[in-house]
Every structure is written in structure tokens, then in C-alpha cells.
């Protein structure tokens, strides 16, 4: 398993740069290369048998969501253009009310004392 890619018109530079990696990579035995190959096969084989299924699954799943999201956001623009403004989703800045649920900022009205 050697891992020398010697190229027949190899420049100088490049040279220099496969001699390094050499260097580098020959430091491992030939029985833990061959060891180490053996572990990233099995990567890969289980990378591509268990997890890449999974993925594929999940990009189906999210792609019959896509036009539900449009429904839903088509049912929220129609809201917000009858909105009412309920009480709950109304936040006091200063003289204004803004509605959290249209961000419409509205003047504060004049309060009546609670009886
Ligand atoms: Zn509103």
C-alpha cells in the first residue's frame, strides 16, 4: 500500500512537497496502514449503508413540509391583515402598543380610569 505518487514530470516544488508527505506518512507501519485503511473502509461502508438512508429520509420528510410551511405562512398573512390585535400579543413601548402579532405600532389611547 504505498502511498508515494510519484509523477513522472514533477516539478521541483512538487518534489519537495511529496518528499515532506512521504516523511510525514512513513512514520506508520505497513500493518497499521493496512489496519487504518481497514478502519476508514468501514467508515465509509458505514457511513453509506447506516447514516446516508437516515439523511435521505430526512431530506423526503422535509420536502413534504415545504408546502404545508406555505399554507401555514399563506394562513398567517391572511391574520395579520384582519388582525385584531387581542390583548395578549400587545407590548407597551412608550406612547404605543405594538401587536407581536402584525408588529403594527398603534397609539396609545386615552385610559379610563377601571371602576
Ligand atoms: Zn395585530
Known amino acids: ?3 508515494t505518487r510519484k ?3 514533477e516539478t521541483a ?13 512513513n512514520h ?12 476508514q473502509a468501514n467508515l465509509q461502508k458505514f457511513v453509506k449503508l447506516k447514516v446516508n438512508p437516515i439523511e435521505e429520509h430526512i431530506r423526503d420528510t422535509q ?3 415545504v408546502p404545508l410551511y406555505d399554507e401555514v405562512n399563506g394562513m ?3 391574520m395579520v391583515s384582519s388582525c385584531i390585535h387581542p390583548f395578549d400579543m400587545l407590548v407597551v413601548d412608550g406612547d404605543y402598543c405594538i401587536c407581536r402579532f402584525c408588529n403594527k405600532k398603534l397609539a396609545k389611547p386615552i385610559v379610563m380610569d377601571e371602576e
Open 1 to 3: 500500500m504505498s502511498q
Open 7 to 9: 509523477n513522472a514530470n
Open 13 to 25: 516544488e512538487e518534489r519537495q512537497e511529496r518528499l515532506f508527505k512521504e516523511s510525514v506518512a
Open 28 to 39: 506508520a507501519t505497513r500493518s497499521e496502514k493496512t489496519a487504518w485503511a481497514r478502519k
Open 63 to 65: 420536502a413534504t413540509l
Open 76 to 78: 398567517r398573512e391572511e
